[in-house]
């Protein structure tokens, strides 16, 4: 009876120590979870890369049947790296498999020289962003797919803050990461996002941000933003005989050259909107002619710094042309990049016109 009870008990205790173990090791593995963390979900359509960024609380999550380690980590690593994250198993980020997606272009080709680019979509899209080597622009907004639409790039400071639901942080990481990608990429935001990947336990919260990538186009160069024909005519109320090229940074500058370029036509024409935020006004003219013949247009333009440089065809009877006796004073209207602040060079090409 005795020997009996020794042995119960010492099966009881093999047990309650059994037991005690795993109690412990449930509190340990506890412990070591993350008490909360956060997911951005990041699809670059066009790569095919997907990747989900964590942040939180270190600790080991689950995820397709495997265990994570979140850490933090106070040097940067390699590819995907935001500031303020927590490193997935040594990583700035855990690559996730990308779903297909039906190539389409975002951007077709480039028109002129001034940087016109012909869009070209089959999904919508929420905004689209473009990088040409140093700087970021915005190409257009809000955009339906199925169309074409001409957009003209805008230069913004933020690279890609604001697009989809992207931290700061995230968005210059990956403007960063993009950058790597070539030299000049175009970006697009794609509304529709893929499904949630599946991690353990569930995170405390899940951003999903898809975009479009696309690489491989010539640049948005200085030279590309150059300047758009948006007035010309042969009739002005310019009296100088001699050729003059006015640069109107303000509405004010622009009005007074407004004066000059309207005809005298009844009702009198209204300015066009200028938005100066994004634009400035190059308008040459020619120069007061006392016979007809003579005329103004845009050949060529190009951009080096701040710095503006024009080709211009000025057409001019030949001496043996006939000529209509009629005073005419020719210009040319242009729209320029606000980044313009001279223009130091105008190269005319003459164009005898024959009659």
Known sequence: MCEFTEFGYSVFMKRFLLVLALTASAVAQT????VSYR?????????GERF??????????????KSLALTRASRGVAGLDVTGSVRVNGQGALPLP?????????VQRMEGGYGRLILTTRVALSALYSFNGTRWFTLAGATPGGQSSYVYPDERSGGLYGA??????????????L??????????VIPTTPARASFSPVPASYRSTALFVQTGLPAVSEAAVAARVIRS??????????????????PEEFYATWQLVRDNQVPLQSAPLIDFKRFKIVTVFQGQRFIGGYGVGLLASSVTGETLTLEIRASEPAPSAFTTQVSTSPYLMLEVSNRITEVTEVKVKLVPLQR
């Open 31 to 34: 412990q070591t979870a993350p």
């Open 39 to 47: 997911v951005s979900d990041i699809t670059l359509y066009g790569l």
């Open 52 to 65: 989900a960024v964590f942040s939180g609380e270190p600790g080991t999550i689950r995820h397709d049947g």
């Open 98 to 106: 990308a779903p297909k997606l039906t190539a389409f272009t975002l």
């Open 164 to 177: 989809g639901t992207l931290t700061n942080s995230e968005a210059q990481a990956l403007g960063t990461y």
């Open 179 to 188: 950058q790597t990608k070539g030299q000049y990429i175009v970006v697009g």
């Open 233 to 250: 005519d042969l009739q002005s109320l310019y009296t100088d005989a001699n050729l003059e090229v006015r640069l109107d940074a303000k």
